[in-house]
């Protein structure tokens, strides 16, 4: 039995294996089992694993899905996220609106400079509307837990980006590798010929 799960252990994973993680990370940052910062170091370490037992130690203190039972652990958890998640996300949020708002302001400013009146103020059909709109979602999201959702997809994205790059740097330290015992071989079958060459050994 122990040799099975050392042979296990040592067996390589594929990307199905990474993601099951991966997922099973995200439910326990969902739970409140997990914060912000191990979540993604863990993640990282997720998609950056080769074999089963490195998948394995990142959820050994970690319930199994079936143990968790009860409604209030099967549901995920709202909770309050950080301040500094917050105020990112709301950054995020809000930060195209006020953008776009302070070019169509500054547009109407220079208009009303050439025109030497002062215009009627259009872009308050622009900044009202999308206020709103943005408003209501502000209220929403913040009741809803969406701040610690949004950072937990962006650290999600942020780890597969890093497992993908480190899978494409192993596979071309890889390649790299071939190529230099391919050279390696070249150069030997090179010295082998000009051994047999006749008058080499004068």
């Known amino acids: 039995m122990l040799a099975g799960m050392d ?3 040592g067996m390589r994973a594929a990307d199905a294996d990474r993601q099951a993680v991966a997922d099973r990370l995200r439910v326990a940052v969902d739970e409140g089992r997990l914060d912000l910062h191990e ?5 990282q370490r997720a998609y950056a694993a080769r074999t089963y037992g490195e998948l394995d130690a990142l959820v050994a203190d970690l319930p199994a899905p079936d143990l968790v039972t009860t409604p209030a652990a099967a549901a995920p ?10 105020w990112r996300w709301l950054a995020d ?3 195209p609106y006020l953008r776009v708002v302070a070019i169509v302001s500054a547009i109407w400013a220079v208009t009303s400079v ?4 002062l215009l009627y103020f259009w872009p308050a059909w622009v900044a009202g509307p999308w206020g709103a709109v943005l408003l209501v979602g502000t209220i ?3 009741a809803g837990g969406e701040p610690r959702r949004w ?9 597969e980006r890093d497992g993908r790059e480190a899978r494409e740097l192993t596979a071309a330290e890889g390649e790299d590798r071939e190529l230099t015992d391919a050279e390696g071989e070249a ?3 090179t010295a082998a010929e000009r051994e047999r060459r006749p008058g080499a050994a004068a």
Request: aromatic content about 4%; cysteine-free.
């Open 7 to 9: 042979g296990r252990d």
């Open 77 to 86: 958890a709202v909770g309050r996220a950080p301040a500094a998640v917050t």
């Open 39 to 43: 979540y993604d170091e863990r993640l």
């Open 93 to 95: 949020l809000w930060s």
């Open 151 to 159: 950072a937990a997809k962006r650290e999600l994205t942020a780890a």
């Open 114 to 117: 050439l025109a030497s009146d």
């Open 140 to 142: 929403g999201g913040l």
């Open 187 to 189: 150069r030997e079958l």
